[in-house]
């Protein structure tokens, strides 16, 4: 309590005195034994005589208990700050168990990729980059030497919550960048080929498209007409991007692409891999960041 | 009852939903209102400095001062000339001690349950001049062993004694004690910490040389105290704190101290404190000495009824309670009694004392480890002395 509490903090400091004293087998000299003991026995006397009378009797090896259940949460309590700051959750990286630091699991929504936009929690699955061929997926800052994977899509609410601290990453760290469209909505299944097509003619000017789909409001990009404005207002030849992604073998690269996403084992969106690393759900800044790292602990 | 309780705003407040049952009065006693909104009075209307400055605030204070100083006087019939205003009855045993022209050889007699405050500054005397400090041990039923004083009286310089000791509740025959010393030329100290609270004392009557009480225990404010010393014996004692307000004048090479009593009291006194002080003596001036007594009895007596009805427990001083003032200290074998103290609080907001209360000499010579003590005043009351027994009974289970 008195780590949280600051009218708890003197009474801390006391017992960890007391506790230093003891396990350097010297007696406690501040009292607080007595103290703490008797304040416990007098608060349980008024409800129950037996329990008094066992703790009373027993208050030594209670007081071991206690120890050594604190020791163990002190160690699980660092161990989860380091976590949350490293993964974004108390459990290490995408568990989705419960954190005191981030109590609703904001940093491991996904947007389920069989569902409607939604806030299930998954658990925690074996997503892998392994065999997967991106090769057909926009690209940029080839040869350096870290990559960013992003699969995400353009409509659900955690990839746009990603969206602006991959780029930041990339922007920062010049890594190696792949995007990848997976449309965990039906409402934008049409936007892969879209984007696909755009990327084939247009190469680098589609990351400005790209980055526009992601922070338009939604509804811009429900309709194929909608998405005409924006090819327009990009200067792109909206015939030209139209006619290619009607184009029966696009969509069958297309839907290639697809198969070997789902080949990772994703099970929501966002997903990104950071040098092979999988990082389920909308992490901060910094855990992208940190997966930069080669320093961690575990 | 209900009426004076109201007078003490401590006691309608509550902790944890419980009232509290403040038996520590030995220690402390509570503050009626009176007394605060007195200093609330001085911090309000005049505060300022007394016996220095002439503007308006500056004469109320020093007028206030010289009425506190009549009324504390009359409170234990004394002239006004031989009050001193001091923080407390330890400070005032000090002036006593570094103020008397003590010599090598000279005998300090004490009792044997004296305060660290009236054993300390003479234990001090032994090692700085060379003085003699003996003890004068109480009966076995805790009572004043009047023979053995007389045995020991001849060639004493001072009788420095507790009036009531706050261990036992015990009081010593005083004017007895006085009268044999003056005839075999001693003088006599009486430390009155624990008596002007709950008995009325008299100098005159006393005819006692010297003696001392705080304020805090007798309704006043904390760091308030009193001197009191025949006047003529006042005029050979040399200060032993000197400055501010206690020379008439001063050159770069000399000074020349006032009379007394200003020459003792240095530096700027706590006047609302002083203020506040007056209050409480008029307080307990109408409550009266005797109804203070038949409750104290009443209580001590109802507590230590039923204290003796289990065996474990012993009572410190003599059995019956009309010998105790409002005090019992008790113990139990083998057990540290501060648990007692802690439960008590924890269970019921029942604040009494635990340890060897300022008197280690006492609880060393006896071997034993500490007590807790119950020190009750006018304001406590049956009800709450069974609050306490009802949860003292539910300690004892469990032991």
């Not at chain 1, 103290?35 to 209670?62: D, P, Q």
């Not at chain 2, 770069?252 to 007394?260: I, R, S």
């Not at chain 2, 404190?273 to 307990?284: C, H, M, N, Q, S």
Request: hydrophobic share 40%; net charge positive.
């Amino acid at each position: 309590m008195g780590i949280f509490s600051a009218t708890h903090r003197a009474l801390a400091k006391e017992a960890l005195d007391c506790v230093f004293r003891r396990v350097t087998f010297r007696p406690c000299n501040t009292g607080f034994k007595e103290k703490i003991k008797n304040r416990i026995i007098g608060r349980l006397l008024n409800r129950s005589i037996f329990l008094a009378r066992i703790t009373n009797k027993h208050f030594e090896v209670f007081s071991w208990v206690f120890f050594i259940l604190m020791i163990g949460s002190t160690f699980w309590v660092v161990k989860g700050g380091y976590n949350y700051y490293i993964y974004g959750s108390c459990n290490g990286l995408n568990q989705s168990g419960f954190c005191a630091f981030d109590p609703k699991g904001e940093n491991n929504k996904v947007t389920d990729i069989n569902q409607q936009c939604g806030v299930e929690e998954k658990t925690e699955k074996n997503v892998t980059l392994e065999n997967i061929d991106l090769s057909t997926f926009p690209t940029k800052n080839i040869g350096s030497k870290n990559t960013v994977v992003l699969i995400g899509c353009y409509e659900c609410d955690y990839t746009r919550k990603a969206y602006s601290d991959i780029q930041k990453l990339v922007r920062e760290k010049k890594t190696n960048y792949i995007f990848a469209h997976y449309p965990a909505k039906e409402n934008t299944n049409f936007l892969s080929e879209i984007g696909y097509c755009v990327y084939k003619d247009y190469g680098d000017r589609f990351w400005a498209f790209n980055d526009y789909l992601f922070t338009v409001d939604k509804v811009e990009i429900y309709q194929s007409e909608y998405i005409n404005t924006i090819l327009r207002n990009f200067d792109f030849d909206v015939k030209k991007v139209n006619d290619c992604a009607q184009n029966p073998e696009i969509k069958k690269l297309v839907n290639d692409q697809i198969t070997q996403l789902r080949k990772t084992h994703l099970y929501g969106t966002p997903t990104v891999f950071i040098n092979g690393k999988g990082l389920v759900g909308p992490k901060p800044y910094r855990v992208y960041k940190s997966m930069l790292n080669k320093f961690i602990l575990f | 009852m209900e009426k004076i309780q109201h007078d003490f705003p401590i006691l309608s407040k509550e902790i944890k939903g419980k009232k509290i049952v403040y038996f520590d009065n030995a220690c402390m006693s509570l503050k009626p209102r009176q007394v605060i909104e007195a200093m609330d009075e001085y911090y309000y209307e005049y505060p300022a400095c007394a016996g220095r400055s002439h503007h308006k605030l500056g004469e109320i204070v020093t007028q206030k001062v010289k009425e506190a100083r009549i009324s504390i006087a009359r409170f234990i019939n004394a002239n006004e000339n031989e009050i001193i205003f001091t923080r407390n009855t330890t400070e005032g045993i000090n002036l006593l001690a570094n103020s008397f022209d003590f010599k090598a050889g000279d005998i300090v007699l004490a009792t044997d349950k004296e305060h660290n405050s009236n054993l300390v500054p003479w234990q001090a005397l032994v090692k700085k001049k060379g003085i003699k400090h003996q003890i004068i041990k109480s009966k076995e039923d805790g009572t004043f062993d009047l023979d053995s004083y007389n045995e020991n009286i001849n060639g004493v310089k001072l009788v420095a004694m507790v009036l009531t000791s706050n261990l036992d509740g015990t009081t010593i025959p005083a004017k007895e004690i006085i009268r044999t010393a003056h005839e075999h030329g001693a003088l006599v100290f009486l430390d009155a910490a624990q008596g002007v609270a709950h008995q009325k004392v008299d100098v005159k009557d006393l005819d006692v040389d010297f003696l001392a009480f705080s304020g805090h225990k007798m309704l006043g404010p904390t760091g308030t105290g009193v001197f009191y010393a025949k006047h003529d014996l006042l005029e050979t004692l040399e200060p032993f704190m000197v400055g501010g307000n206690t020379v008439e004048y001063s050159t770069y090479t000399d000074y020349k101290m006032l009379k007394a009593p200003e020459k003792f009291e240095a530096g700027l006194q706590d006047y609302a404190g002083i203020i506040g002080l007056v209050e409480a003596a008029k307080y307990i001036e109408i409550i009266g000495y005797d109804k203070i007594k038949e409750q104290e009895l009443k209580l001590n007596s109802y507590i230590t009824d039923v204290l003796r009805k289990w065996p474990k427990i012993k009572i410190i001083g003599p059995v019956d309670p009309a010998l105790r003032s409002g005090v019992i200290s008790f113990y139990i074998d083998g057990v540290d009694m501060h648990k007692f103290a802690l439960m008590l609080d924890e269970m019921a907001n029942v604040m009494i004392r635990s340890g060897q209360h300022c008197v280690h000499s006492w609880f060393n010579d006896k071997k034993i480890f500490n007590s807790a003590r119950v020190s009750l005043y006018f304001y406590n009351t049956l009800d709450e002395a069974d609050i306490f027994l009802k949860n003292l009974e539910l300690i004892l289970k469990i032991l």
